[in-house]
């Protein structure tokens, strides 16, 4: 990512903020060091049915779910440059299952970062651990980590 680049999660990279797996350590790293770090507000449901879903399986105590919640909220409110769901967007993203295999909220996560890079004209580097997403990113002219 250059100096000047923007940093683009998806949730399969969000959730790696915020619970030990494969890749943590690297997105971690990547939000500490990006001058600006930002997703899709769609992330939001994303990443709660990500916890909630570790709950119901026993991979996460309620107690340890309840404490990441508090710091994602906190973290969608000040950490992360949250992109709303404008109609722009919105007609992006079905476009864009036209061109790739994506499902709904893939699509809206990347025609968020392509939206990004339109609007500032600056690098963008999608972190994603998602491969059919990762590839319909690369495709579409964005830097990708993760996958």
Do not use: C
Request: no cysteine; proline share 2%.
């Amino acid at each position: 990512m250059t100096e000047a680049g923007v940093l683009y999660l998806d949730s399969s990279a969000l959730v790696k903020l915020y619970v030990d797996e494969t890749g943590s350590k690297d997105v971690r790293r990547w939000v500490a060091h990006a001058p600006v770090a930002t997703t899709s507000r769609v992330a939001h449901v994303e990443v709660a049915a990500a916890v909630a879903r570790r709950v119901r399986e026993q991979l996460m105590a309620e107690n340890a779910a309840n404490a990441l919640r508090a710091v994602w909220e906190r973290d969608m409110e000040r950490r992360l440059a949250v992109i709303d769901l404008s109609a722009t967007i919105a007609a992006h993203a079905a476009l864009l299952t036209e061109d790739y295999p994506l499902r709904g909220m893939d699509a809206i996560h990347l025609a968020s970062a392509l939206w990004i890079k339109g609007s500032i004209g600056s690098p963008v580097t999608f972190a994603v651990w998602d491969v059919r997403l990762g590839e319909a990113a690369r495709h579409a002219g964005l830097d990708v980590w993760g996958v």
